[in-house]
T-cell receptor, first 112, second 115 residues
Framework: TQLLEQSPQFLSIQEGENLTVYCNSS?????LQWYRQEPGEGPVLLVT?????EVKKLKRLTFQFGDARKDSSLHITAAQPGDTGLYLC????????????FGQGTRLTINP | DTGVSQDPRHKITKRGQNVTFRCDPI?????LYWYRQTLGQGPEFLTY????????KSRLLSDRFSAERPKGSFSTLEIQRTEQGDSAMYLC?????????????FGSGTRLTVV
């Protein structure tokens, strides 16, 4: 059973389009993080959201934590080929958690 | 500090052989984690250390797996009598406790192929 479900699993769009990736769970998380992973490399942390309803922006990327802290979304505006990669959400069940639970990832391809 | 280092980057081994991987975390980080990632999946937790103490092990970590972190610095992950199902990317990460953002810094991983 996947504790964090990401959708879509695969997304291929044209450069300049907007997109949203979702991360859903029936469980409450103390915090949730988004990572991006390139082929053959480890995940790189993009953002951490902690408060329900929190919105964080990182250039063209907007991250939101659901009010109930069970879900999150990642919105990319005007996608560029450099945004291509595997996007992973990961949640900590308790504050200061010793481990993270990862979703299965969304593989994003931005075509020039 | 150049981040989290893992060695080797790639390992091909025959079934039944033992393998050992090394992870050097960011020096001021006191937590070190091992995760395993198979194709098309997100990383799965294996174990973590706080300083030299191994505080939690996943049920995924069978008796053939052992991890150490002597002196609270680098860590090793050993797999004995490897099986084809052990083929995966083994990721090491470190973090600072208490860390406001709970963010991990991952290494580039060791890709293990068991033939």
């Amino acid at each position: 059973t996947q504790l964090l479900e990401q959708s879509p699993q695969f997304l291929s769009i044209q450069e300049g389009e907007n997109l949203t990736v979702y991360c859903n769970s029936s469980s409450v998380f103390s915090s949730l993080q988004w990572y991006r992973q390139e082929p053959g490399e480890g995940p790189v942390l993009l953002v951490t959201v902690v408060t329900g309803g929190e919105v964080k922006k990182l250039k063209r990327l907007t991250f939101q934590f659901g009010d109930a802290r069970k879900d999150s979304s990642l919105h990319i505006t005007a996608a560029q080929p450099g945004d291509t990669g595997l996007y992973l959400c990961a949640g900590a069940r308790i504050q200061g958690a010793q481990k993270l639970v990862f979703g299965q990832g969304t593989r994003l391809t931005i075509n020039p | 500090d150049t981040g989290v280092s893992q060695d080797p980057r790639h390992k091909i081994t025959k079934r039944g052989q033992n393998v050992t991987f090394r992870c050097d975390p960011i020096s001021e980080h006191n937590r070190l984690y091992w995760y395993r990632q198979t194709l098309g999946q997100g990383p799965e937790f294996l174990t973590y250390f706080q300083n030299e103490a191994q505080l939690e092990k996943s049920r995924l970590l069978s008796d053939r797996f052992s991890a150490e972190r002597p002196k609270g610095s680098f860590s090793t992950l050993e797999i004995q009598r490897t099986e084809q199902g052990d083929s995966a990317m083994y990721l090491c990460a470190s973090s600072l406790v208490p860390g406001q953002d709970y963010g991990y810094t991952f290494g580039s991983g060791t890709r293990l192929t068991v033939v």
